[in-house]
């Protein structure tokens, strides 16, 4: 069993920056694969962002490449979404995710945080 713990959303301007958390706990937490996941309203859910169990391989959608950084630190338990150049199209609530990371596909596991909401409007 795993938990997942997102924290780091707020409201920014146009061009401003935010780091997103996940903390994780549960005793095979950092063999999963993690992803951070977003839903804007009125929209499905859609992939951001994955890294590689080893922390090795991060894989992004095109819309964020060059703006977001994912990263891990397996010793801290933690998973984070670095974001700059926020764009008011990258207002969601973002989700964490324990998954598999299967050639460049990431395939979301059953384990999902409950969000942290963030606003991109000046």
């Known amino acids: 069993q795993v938990q997942l713990v997102e924290s780091g959303g707020g409201l920014v301007q146009p061009g401003g920056s935010l780091r997103l958390s996940c903390a994780a706990s549960?005793?095979?937490?950092?063999?999963?694969?993690r992803g951070w996941f977003r839903q804007a309203p009125g929209k499905e859910r859609e992939f951001v962002a994955a890294v590689s169990w080893s922390g090795s391989s991060t894989y992004y959608i095109d819309s964020v490449k060059g703006r977001f950084t994912i990263s891990r630190d397996d010793a801290q338990n933690m998973v984070y979404l670095q974001m700059i150049n926020l764009e008011p199209e990258d207002t969601a609530v973002y989700y964490c995710n324990a998954g598999t990371l299967y050639s460049t596909t990431y395939y979301p596991g059953d384990y999902w945080g409950k969000g942290t909401l963030v606003t991109v409007s000046s």
């Open positions: 549960g005793r095979t937490a950092n063999n999963y694969a």
